[in-house]
């Protein structure tokens, strides 16, 4: 077997980012993702999937699983399970005032020093604003669904009454100021947005809907008007399906990926990788059983080689050529342990006048 070593011409390594979209949709209690459930699986894929295991002899099953319900199962059959935990987005409504904050409010005084940190990029991130304000509507996005961070100048948040748009945010400046663009109060500030931490704090109480009222914080406080302090009702936050089906919202943004990627490039140059111990690589029919006895072992020493050249001609055969067919290739490392098998999707034609350069994607 032949080894070559990857030059460092041969290795390269970069960082590819991704900015997927997401669009949540919330009405009457319901949250939807891109036109499908609203909740991310913590293990990696939508909220839906689900781990399974076929029954065979090894008797591998759920710890969750009795013997006598394992004993039931037809053999070859798919024992399923769930998986524990998802997430979504949440929304918290918090009553403060320049003194006091309690309840859920810890999850508000939690952000102080983050808030502050980012007052250089605008005034509207002064944790004092928000604990001086009469409420706080908190957004919480989850990090498995954005990424790294969300990315500037994306987020949208739609407030619709009976269907109709009456308001939306943007972060038109990319510095995490919601500015509303549409509806009664465009051009006014109603909350800031923290990129790298997946947060929203709205704080605009002027209404927005016409003098619609819905009890938007519970049948327990009643009717209220329209604002963006009221926005996202049934995101998560208690309050039961069937009290606030005039209203629905929507809250869209782009997330931020970085995916480290290996590629390394292989070689076969002329002249290169044209003999092959596979047996077809030998013509057919050829006795291929070595000599041995008790003073020797000799193996055939004149075989032939399959001549898999093409002729034009039906009754004459082309010139013979080495040829091979690349169909993977082995990666190792320094101590000759295979690592990897990087397979191509249709084998490679190689005879000694021609090379190739094959390359092999890794994403970390």
Not at 70 to 83: E, H, Q, V
Not at 135 to 146: D, E, G, K, Q, R
Not at 283 to 304: D, I, N
Request: net charge negative.
């Amino acid at each position: 077997m032949t080894f070559k070593k990857f030059k460092n011409t041969d290795i390269f390594h970069n960082t590819l980012e991704m900015n997927p979209s997401y669009d949540f949709v919330v009405y009457d209690g319901n949250i939807y993702l891109n036109n499908g459930t609203g909740s991310i699986d913590l293990y990696g894929g939508a909220s839906g999937s689900y781990p399974y295991i076929p029954k065979s002899s090894d008797k591998l099953s759920f710890k969750s699983m009795s013997s006598s319900s394992f004993a039931l199962i037809a053999d070859g059959a798919l024992m399923t399970s769930s998986y524990p935990q998802t997430a979504s987005i949440v929304r918290e409504y918090i009553t403060s005032d320049a003194a006091t904050i309690t309840g859920t409010a810890n999850h508000l005084n939690s952000l102080q020093n983050t808030l502050n940190h980012y007052r250089t990029v605008s005034e509207y991130y002064n944790f004092h604003y928000y604990t001086g304000s009469a409420a706080v509507n908190l957004i919480s996005i989850p990090s498995i669904v954005f990424g790294r961070a969300i990315k500037k100048g994306t987020v949208e948040m739609d407030f619709y009454v009976s269907g109709t748009l009456v308001g939306k945010l943007k972060d038109s400046n990319k510095n995490g100021e919601l500015i509303q663009t549409e509806g009664v109060g465009t051009d006014r500030v109603a909350g800031v947005v923290l990129y790298n931490e997946g947060f929203a704090l709205l704080t605009g109480t002027w209404d927005i809907g016409g003098g619609h009222t819905e009890p938007y914080n519970g049948p327990s406080v009643g009717d209220i008007t329209a604002s963006w302090a009221n926005y996202g009702a049934g995101m998560n936050d208690g309050l039961a399906s069937g009290q606030v089906f005039s209203s629905s919202f929507g809250l869209s943004f782009d997330g931020t990926t970085k995916t480290q990627t290996l590629t390394l490039l292989a070689h076969a140059e002329k002249g290169e990788y044209n003999h092959s111990n596979n047996p077809t690589y030998k013509t057919y029919g050829q006795e291929t059983a070595p000599l041995t006895s008790s003073m020797r072992y000799v193996e055939p020493r004149e075989l032939t080689i399959k001549n898999v050249v093409s002729s034009s001609f039906s009754d004459t055969d082309a010139d013979f050529h080495k040829t091979t067919y690349i169909s993977s290739v082995a990666i190792y490392d320094e101590h000759k342990n295979l690592i990897g098998i990087a397979k191509v999707a249709t084998p490679i034609r190689k005879d000694e006048n021609t090379e190739y350069s094959i390359r092999m994607k890794l994403d970390i």
